[in-house]
């Protein structure tokens, strides 16, 4: 029964929310966006896939608001910002370093600039039967130092 648990997870955290195929993303990461809701304009920090569609982070000078693609405009200019690209894409398989317990192996289901470093939203854990009151967010911004590339 544990290894029919563990073939579930193992396919469970490899089996991407989107389906087969990735949607395009609306605007990418560093572009200048205009935001309807706030008549704001903002760059996007950060995108990951929430009920199968993309969810935008977009950095406002003082607040970091989230929109859908329908809420933001891109202007095709990218933010002047002395950062690196990010290392792992949407989609990637990568492993966890420091991952205990059942499958390291993970997709990477979104990308965020945080002080200026880039971090990747991985599932952690796999959902429960029951309700847990202690763990609301089986999802989690992981560094790039905690990942490792997995060659297919």
Known sequence: MIELITALETSWYLSPPWGQTIP????????????????TFGFCCGVQCQHETWLYSIDCRNEILHATQNQIIGTGELEAITVQKPAFVLGERVMLCSHDKG???RLIL??????????YVVELMSPTLTQSRTISNRFSLVGEKSLLRVKV
Not at 24 to 39: D, G
Not at 110 to 119: E, Q, R
């Open 24 to 39: 395009p993303v609306a605007v990418n990461l560093l572009e200048r966006v205009y935001l309807r809701t706030t008549r």
């Open 103 to 105: 499958t390291k192996q």
């Open 110 to 119: 979104g990308i965020g600039l945080v002080n200026n470093s880039w971090f």
